[in-house]
């Protein structure tokens, strides 16, 4: 960062209380909790851990992350920042603008020039962008697929962040900028706020409601996305739905395509082109572990499916992660 921001920008600070965390602002940024628990026992995770002498060094460090791919047989992986938010919430979220984009801007060039460059075969670069200004969103998108950026991430559900919804032209320069870079927006649960039904602070009877429904955002930004102008507009532009899983997939297509059918006619979507056409074009989907959606793949894509192993946090399977793909693809053809 710029000298006259290092005071109020991103610093990592340790008490004997909290421990080791983030600053923003002079206000607390974040924490580790469930983002760095890997190889511990399902037992063990808590909402923990509390300073970076209490996590894999793979969390952290990139050539240990190296040897721990190695170990789980991940060729290359593209990683979503923790401490600014998925989508960049916190930085977006600056009271200085000045300084949230210079935050931006300051990630973005660590990903690029010190994490993804120490192993460029391994590591795919994906940025922020500050998206509280489309121009300004052009533009770092623009500077960073300059700088080799193969993916930015985004918010799923703009407006219920209080921003345009992807029903309006709002978005279309970005959209433009994404298509004309072939970068893929990489858009992950949970950035576009709780599930609906369930408190701002994630809970209703404890956080396992929370964490189950996340994926309701997944398939809410599938509609919102499939019924919109986008893929219409801007037929390259991909998006890759994050950590929510497959299996809601078939249902959800199936629901859209007979809801467009029944419905196009008085409602302002494109008629000719049924939604589900679009997201065997445009839209991907990882899975973790997920025998209802591999079971139901050839309803999804095979194209559309993608893998995530979500090292290091707290789905991960690691160091058990090829064991349990080998048990869930046991009856999927190599060709598949």
């Known amino acids: 960062l710029p000298a006259k921001f290092k005071e ?7 008490d004997a209380v909290n421990g080791d965390h983030w600053l923003f602002e002079g206000a607390p940024a974040g924490n580790f909790a469930l983002n760095a628990v890997v190889g511990r026992a399902k037992e063990d995770i808590a909402m923990d851990p509390r300073s970076y002498d209490d996590m894999r060094d793979g969390c ?11 170990i789980e047989g991940v060729h290359a992986e593209l990683n979503f920042p923790n401490m600014p938010g998925f989508a960049g919430t916190t930085l977006v979220n600056a009271k200085d603008k000045e300084l949230g984009l210079a935050s931006i801007q300051a990630y973005n060039d660590f990903i690029i020039d010190e ?6 075969d391994r590591q795919i670069p994906l940025v922020l962008v500050p998206w509280w200004d489309v121009d300004l969103t052009v533009k770092e998108i623009h500077r960073t697929a300059d700088k080799g950026a ?8 703009p407006h219920r962040l209080g921003m345009p919804s992807w029903h309006t032209d709002h978005w279309n320069p970005m959209l433009q900028a994404a298509q004309d870079r072939d970068m893929p927006i990489s858009i992950h649960f949970g950035s576009g706020g709780f599930p609906p039904g369930v408190s701002t602070e994630g809970v209703t009877t404890n956080f396992t409601v929370g964490i189950s429904l996340f994926a309701l955002n997944s398939a809410n930004a599938t509609a919102e996305l499939l019924l919109s102008p986008v893929f219409h507009n801007y037929p390259d532009v991909k998006f890759v739905l994050s950590e929510g899983g497959i299996g809601w997939v078939p249902y959800m297509l199936e629901r859209i395509d007979y809801v467009w059918d029944r419905h196009r006619w008085y409602n302002d979507v494109n008629r000719e082109i049924k939604p589900s056409e679009l997201w065997f074009k445009n839209m991907y989907a990882p899975f973790i572990y997920d025998d209802a959606g591999i079971h139901s793949r050839h309803l999804i894509g095979i194209d559309n499916i993608m893998f995530e192993s979500d090292y290091p946090h707290s789905d991960s399977n690691w160091p058990h992660t090829r064991k349990m793909l080998e048990e869930s693809l046991a009856n999927v053809p190599n060709d598949e």
Not at 115 to 120: F, I, L
């Open 8 to 14: 109020a920008g991103p610093n990592l600070v340790r």
């Open 115 to 120: 994490w993804c460059a120490a192993y460029p």
């Open 60 to 70: 952290h460090d990139i050539h240990e992350r190296i040897k721990d791919m190695d």
């Open 150 to 157: 193969k993916s930015f991430t985004f918010v799923e559900l």
